[in-house]
């Protein structure tokens, strides 16, 4: 639980820029981008205002300053902390309880089913976090 908890600390803290950048780009109404360098859209319309992974983050740069990439970044670590521990500890007691049954936890198919378990024991704990999560980081600034 530990070790899945610093992990999921770290990667989480790691890859936060980049979950912005997509949550931005997805909660935009008008089209991401378009080709012909226009500020047309493909269908006529205007595009919106993040047109392309490092334009979005040079405008969250220049208009919120670097913490910007980082907005949601506490509530995605009350996320991704107790996700990866509860995934490494359900994982671990699976895995204890199939040996104890005397079945061999390796398999393929009590490694799907161990790996399954894991995932919906984690998601179920956590996912209230993982709303406030996405609603915060895709809120720009002012609020």
């Not at 334009?55 to 740069?61: L, N, S």
């Not at 670590?77 to 005397?102: D, K, M, N, S, V």
Request: charged share 15%; hydrophobic share 50%; aromatic share 8%.
């Amino acid at each position: 639980a530990m070790a899945g908890a610093f992990a999921g600390g770290v990667s989480r803290v790691t890859v936060a820029p980049l979950d912005v950048i997509k949550i931005r780009m997805q909660v935009q109404v008008e089209p991401v981008g378009g080709r012909g360098g226009g500020k047309a859209g493909a269908a006529g319309g205007s595009l919106g205002k993040y047109r392309g992974v490092i334009q979005c983050a040079a405008t969250i740069v220049k208009e919120e300053g670097a913490r910007g990439l980082w907005s949601g970044t506490i509530p995605a670590l009350f996320l991704w902390i107790p996700y990866t521990a509860i995934q490494f500890a359900a994982l671990g007691e699976f895995r204890r309880q199939a040996e104890l049954a005397g079945v061999d936890p390796k398999s393929p198919p009590l490694a799907f089913a161990a790996g399954a378990f894991a995932g919906v024991a984690a998601t179920v704990c956590t996912y209230p976090f993982d709303v406030i999560r996405t609603v915060l980081a895709a809120q720009g600034n002012p609020r």
